[in-house]
């Protein structure tokens, strides 16, 4: 299996276990992080990139291997 795939479906696995306030403050996210990753996961699924401008969301993207670039007041978000 290719490593974009392995980093994909641990985030999709982890993104589905999130089901309280209490597992985002665990991950350092709020509910508006929250929604901005199912959009993301949807845009990696098609493109394979996506954008943030969220620290918090970048830092989580790269917690499952994937390629965070800063750019400009963002980040760039790439499978591996």
Do not use: C, Q
């Amino acid at each position: 299996m290719k490593s974009e795939n392995i980093s994909l479906n641990a985030l999709i696995k982890d993104f589905k276990s999130i089901d309280s306030v209490k597992e985002l403050k665990r991950r350092n996210l709020t509910v508006a992080n929250n929604f901005e990753i199912g959009d993301a996961i949807l845009e990696l699924r098609k493109y394979g990139i996506t954008t943030t401008l969220s620290k918090e969301v970048a830092e989580y993207y790269e917690g499952f291997g994937l390629s965070v670039i800063k750019h400009g007041i963002g980040w760039i978000v790439n499978l591996p």
